[in-house]
């Protein structure tokens, strides 16, 4: 295994520095950066597979003339599972890239983007497997700032660049934070290393603690893109180029849920009272309806996916809270289905998100637009694309039998288990939350049959979609890899669920796959088979032996011998693509249903011919959704900065002896804190 890492990482520091050697040929640099990338992402596959299941962690250090600093690194089995969902979402990316980036303009760098790629790629595997807290500082900024870099690439955009703006304002606050949360731990022992975290010698008191934590939600919860910290992800994922996007989405957030992980249930020893469940479990709901509710209103298809991520990390989190819950009332076996849960959920959203930013790639490169309004009839033109988008869409809305079902089915269960909870309060939330995850599956259930009805059904609406083609094979490839991983991670839960059940076992001290798979693995039981159990395998085969039964019906009624083909009645005219439902007509009944959250806004523009102000000669009608945490929390403080930043430029004094007097003051106070 040592081997294995130290090649990996050599091959991703080859695919930084190797392609920007090569002179002037966009084609090698491009191939040469994304096989490298691919190279290691599969060394990352095999590394990360094998670790999850090893009996002892790999743990491997180095030391450092820097004081605090040790090139530590450690793969147990939580960093080899987020190893390995980083990897596989890589490895596919990295193949979608070798075509895609034919399609970008001429002015950006393939060798830049292709040394970019495989340093945030090294920089996300860092930190899962970083085993210090000073190491893990450093591969946490390196991913946040190349992660900036990749999101302004196309930099000469102002829209670009105020999403990368946002983005590094974002991030940064992240990072203070989670600043915080390492050195109120260093106090336990005087040292960054995660082994003293665990085994410290002094334990911080309770309020401590509660601030550790806390600082670690809000923290990773930046990164993450939890309500109210998501709004960088509406701006900065439709800047990146699609296949960074997929990355972004589909696993470097996810390096929050790993560090919320390692926090809670390592560092803390997973010792905590039971408000912080709560709070998580009230902000996954949160965050999981809110998400999928703006994402509904969205017809620009990179921000509706961006919208999502927000939704899933709530389904995430929702499943993450109720085992931290179950925790604080002594229920181990419902605390280790809970985290399952929560994973299973986590390497899924990572595999559909990443699958479906690819397909709005192959669209935005094939049509130039991100506007769904001006797509449609795109399946006859992308047939491979719009198959592999809707296996994405059928597995993010969990409609069976694809991954995404399996998962959020799993968070009901644990959900469901309200009855074991002694308090009143948690008997009432835990169905509470469990309703909000139905209504949150049953928008985006909608949400999806307008992005793929809108999109790849009925007419063109545009010359863009009319002329569109088909992408390339190496972007077919990596979509195809995806989608096939999707449906299998649906129908095989019975080889998921004992490989999860390694990850969370050193964390909960319970082992729960052998009382959760029967009958050979083919019938999942979360708790108890009386209250609810299911077999995807043969929910498939019912499925599939149904649609073969309806084909064999209509074959024998004639069916297919009385084909006739007749163009389409449209009540005497002509048919046109103005006449198809648009993606603002399709959750128009939606937006006045929650009309007091969205708070729309109309406007109506009429030129009036010049004969007659009695005829219009056009009409434009728009509708703005009021989003309620950039208007009523960050524009009012962002609003305040500049006044405070000038009331302080009083202390700019210009002078070195003053300069010198304030950091005379902070050391004195430093030491009386100190002391």
């Known amino acids: 295994m040592a081997i294995f890492l130290t090649v990996m990482l050599a091959v991703y520091a080859a695919g930084i520095v190797l392609p920007l050697t090569i002179p002037v040929r966009p084609t090698l640099q491009n191939l040469l950066a994304n096989s490298l990338a691919g190279v290691a992402a599969t060394l990352g596959i095999v590394l990360g597979a094998t670790g999850v299941v090893a009996p002892d962690p790999l743990t491997l250090t180095w030391s450092s003339s820097i004081p605090l600093l040790a090139f530590a690194v450690r793969l147990d089995a939580l960093a080899s599972f987020f190893l390995l969902t980083i990897s596989l979402v890589g490895l596919a990316a990295a193949i979608y890239a070798v075509g895609y980036l034919r399609h970008l303009p001429s002015r950006v760098s393939p060798a830049a983007l292709g040394a970019l790629f495989n340093a945030f790629l090294c920089a996300m595997t860092l930190v899962v497997i970083a085993d210090n807290g000073f190491l893990f500082l450093i591969a946490w900024e390196l991913m946040s700032l190349i992660s900036y870099l990749l999101v302004v690439t196309d930099h000469e955009d102002p829209d670009v660049r105020y999403a990368g703006f946002l983005y590094l304002i974002m991030a940064h606050i992240g990072t203070a934070f989670i600043v915080v949360m390492f050195l109120l731990l260093f106090q336990q ?143 181990e076996d419902l605390v280790a289905l809970g985290l399952l849960a929560s994973l299973y959920h986590t390497v899924n959203h990572a595999l559909f998100k990443a699958l479906l930013f690819l397909g709005a790639g192959a669209l935005l490169s094939a049509t130039r637009t991100r506007n769904m309004e001006e797509y449609g009839g795109l399946l006859r033109r992308m047939p491979w694309t719009g198959a592999c988008f809707l296996v994405g869409a059928v597995s993010i809305s969990a409609l069976p039998p694809t991954n995404g079902f399996v998962s959020e089915w799993l968070v009901f269960q644990t959900l469901f288990q309200s009855g074991q909870v002694p308090s009143l309060l948690m008997k009432l939330m835990l169905p509470l939350a469990a309703a909000m995850l139905a209504l949150t599956g049953a928008l985006a259930l909608v949400c999806f049959a307008k992005a793929f009805g809108i999109s790849f059904l009925a007419l063109p609406r545009s010359s863009h979609a009319r002329h569109a083609e088909e992408v390339s094979w190496t972007m077919r490839i990596g979509m195809i890899i995806l989608a096939a991983t999707c449906v299998l991670l649906g129908l095989a839960p019975m080889v998921v669920v004992p490989l999860l059940d390694h990850v969370i076992q050193p964390m909960t001290g319970r082992s729960i796959a052998g009382q959760m798979l029967a009958l050979g693995g083919w019938t999942l039981i979360p708790v108890d088979a009386e209250f609810s159990s299911l077999s995807s395998p043969v929910l498939a085969m019912l499925i599939a032996g149904s649609a073969m039964m309806a084909l064999a019906l209509t074959a024998l009624a004639g069916g297919w011998r009385e084909k006739r083909y007749a163009r389409t009645w449209g009540c005497g005219l002509n048919l046109s693509p103005r006449m198809e439902y648009t993606a603002t007509a399709f959750v128009q009944p939606i937006k006045r249903v929650f009309g007091t959250i969205y708070q729309p806004t109309l406007k109506l523009e009429t030129e009036l011919m010049h004969e007659s102000q009695y005829f219009a000669k056009s009409r434009r009608f728009t509708v703005r959704i009021e989003p309620i945490f950039e208007t009523y929390l960050y524009l009012p403080v962002a609003a305040i900065m500049p006044a405070l930043a000038d009331r302080l430029r009083v202390i700019q004094a210009g002078s070195l002896h003053v300069y010198l007097a304030y950091i005379f003051v902070t050391l004195v106070l430093l030491l009386l804190i100190a002391l």
């Open 189 to 331: 022992g005087n040292t960054f290393s995660f082994e003293a975290f665990r085994h410290p010698e002094r334990v911080l008191p309770t309020s401590l603690q509660t601030v550790v934590f806390l600082a670690a939600l809000i923290g990773f919860g930046t990164k993450a893109g939890i309500v109210p910290l998501h709004v960088w992800l509406p701006y900065a994922h439709p800047a990146a180029p699609s296949h960074i996007s997929a990355l972004m989405s589909g696993v470097m957030i996810k390096t929050a849920i790993y560090g919320i992980l390692r926090v809670s249930f390592d560092f803390l020893g997973g010792q905590f009272p039971w408000w912080w469940g709560f709070l998580v479990l009230v902000i996954g709901a949160v965050s999981a309806v809110l998400g999928v509710m703006y994402a509904l209103m969205e017809h620009d298809l990179k921000r509706l996916l961006a919208y999502h991520s927000v939704e899933n990390i709530g389904i995430i989190l929702l499943g993450l809270g109720a085992g931290m819950l179950f925790h604080a009332y002594g229920l």
